[in-house]
């Protein structure tokens, strides 16, 4: 299929800008989630892909074509939406079949695609019955089989899960990552939900008021976020962030933290009040204030007890430091990292 590639894109509302100069590659066979809040321009990037809401002004390319004039009918692409769009009258089979049947497809390979893609997706048992008749997952799977049937190069995909419950919504997760490793093509999916993204994708690109804030796989947009937007969007509970001097912000991940009674021998230590008290099970949530300052902290340890006093500390290797513009500060943007850490009385290993 090759890569989806938006040039210069453009895209108003009246006059409203929602993206401006947009450039972004989407790699060929790769499970990309696009991330963000409502109105992040997230959904508007799908359309533009599937052909029902051009750029104002731009190139969109797929495999090296320019298709930013080419019908949706003629682009390859199946498109799964939030709310499903099967039709109640017609049976599993008859919502499956539709668009073969309007694409002229003879009725012996309508069968077979139908029963292929059926198996694929644990649909055979239901293709009699009525949309009525099945449970939210099943249906999502009725519109999954309606998509994957024309076999299109690229999968888009509107927060499809949207509609189920909190415990369907996770096996259907684990079925959509099963699903592309079978198909080895394209998926496109957007969502607002930051668990969904990190859970499913190969690639993540977040975005915030049409602009993408970072662009890479789960494990760097978590461990190394590039400014204060993806480090609090991304992560439960969200990143603690705390002012330091001359605009510069520290930031520290609440399942960095470890607890203690006693002072130890940290390097980064404070004193802190514990206010709230969350048993999760393997883990336990606390509210804390820390000089001024509500910090979130998740723990293997028990414990401890909403009223007390307790000293926290963290490893130099897991503070994160953010400039007054909300941008990361790395080692290497500046002349003295070192000066940070004493800041808030850490010490930097040169070596």
Known sequence: MGDIVFKG???????TKVIEDLNLTIKDGEFTVLVGASGCGKT???????????????????????????????RDIAMVFQNYAIYPTMSVRGNIEFGLKNNKVPKKERNRLIAEISEIVGLTPYLDRKPSA?????RQRVALARAMVKKPSVFLMDEPLSNLDAKLRVAMRSELIELHNQLKTTFVYVTHDQVEAMSMADTIILMDHGKIQQHASPEIIYNDP??????????TPPMNIIPLNEGIKLGFRPEKIKLSREITNSKFQRKCHLITREMLGSETLYKA?????????KSLEAEFRMGEDVYISIEDTDLYF?????????????????????????????E
């Open 322 to 350: 953010f400039a007054a513009d909300g941008n990361r500060i790395r080692k290497g943007d500046v002349p003295d990292y070192n000066k940070l850490l004493k800041m808030v009385g850490g010490s930097w290993n040169e």
């Open 289 to 297: 204030i820390l000089e001024n300052e509500t910090i979130m902290i």
């Open 226 to 235: 590039n400014n204060i937007f993806t480090a609090q969007f991304i992560g």
């Open 134 to 138: 099945l449970s939210g997952g099943q």
């Open 9 to 15: 894109i453009n895209k108003s509302f009246g006059n």
């Open 44 to 74: 508007t990037l799908l359309r533009m892909i599937a052909g029902i809401g051009p750029a104002t002004s731009g190139e969109l390319l797929i495999n090296g074509e320019n298709i930013t004039d080419i019908p949706p009918g003629k």
